[in-house]
């Protein structure tokens, strides 16, 4: 059982930018994937970025050139970077893990809302 806690949400103006952080309950190293995903008000849950054991990352072509995800593996965290937010990525934010071929773990979400 993989225990996920995001933090770092909240409240930033159009253009800003914020930090989401995703701590693990253990070792993440041989995670075949960890990642992030989000679900606005009325729409369906989508993904948004993930990492790789050898550190590769890939993005859902919204956020790409503008949100970066990155893990530390000492700290068993997963971290996604998000500059130049726009309205459309207000949502609630999901860290994902999945140890291995069947299992999937998520964390409880965290608010993110871009709004002037």
């Known amino acids: 059982q993989v225990q996920l806690v995001e933090s770092g949400g909240g409240l930033v103006q159009p253009g800003g930018s ?3 952080s995703c701590a693990a ?5 041989s995670f075949r994937i960890m990642g992030w995903y989000r679900q606005a ?27 970066t995800i990155s893990r530390d593996i000492t700290k068993n ?3 996604l970077q998000m500059n130049s937010l726009k309205p459309e990525d207000t949502a609630v934010y999901y860290c994902n893990a ?8 998520w964390g409880q979400g965290t608010q993110v809302t871009v709004s002037s």
């Open 18 to 20: 914020l930090r989401l």
């Open 25 to 29: 309950s253990g070792s993440i190293v």
């Open 77 to 79: 965290t997963v971290d």
């Open 41 to 67: 008000p009325g729409k369906q849950r989508e993904w948004v970025a993930a990492i790789f054991p050898g550190g590769s990352t890939d993005y859902a072509d919204s956020v790409k050139g503008r949100f």
């Open 98 to 105: 999945k140890p291995g071929l069947v299992a999937t773990y």
